[in-house]
């Protein structure tokens, strides 16, 4: 098993986390108005709340 560091994981993936959310939310909520910055943002201090520091990862996801 491979450890990741969910903060610096996030960061490194930021721009295309943002992007696929971005597109997601507009296929989801075409009409209604929000903010796609606020909503990465709201999303990604969720998902450290939620997460341990390091995470664990099967090898199976994992290449060098």
């Known amino acids: 098993m491979a450890r990741i ?3 610096g994981f996030l960061d490194e993936l930021e721009e ?3 992007k696929a959310m971005t597109s997601t939310l ?3 909520f075409e009409k209604d ?3 796609s910055k606020e909503f990465y943002k709201t999303f ?3 998902l450290i709340e ?3 520091n390091w995470e664990s990862i099967p090898n ?3 290449t060098k």
């Open 16 to 18: 295309e986390l943002s």
């Open 33 to 35: 108005q929000y903010s």
């Open 50 to 52: 939620r997460c341990n």
């Open 44 to 46: 990604k201090k969720e």
């Open 5 to 7: 560091k969910i903060n």
């Open 26 to 28: 507009r296929k989801h």
């Open 60 to 62: 199976k996801y994992i």
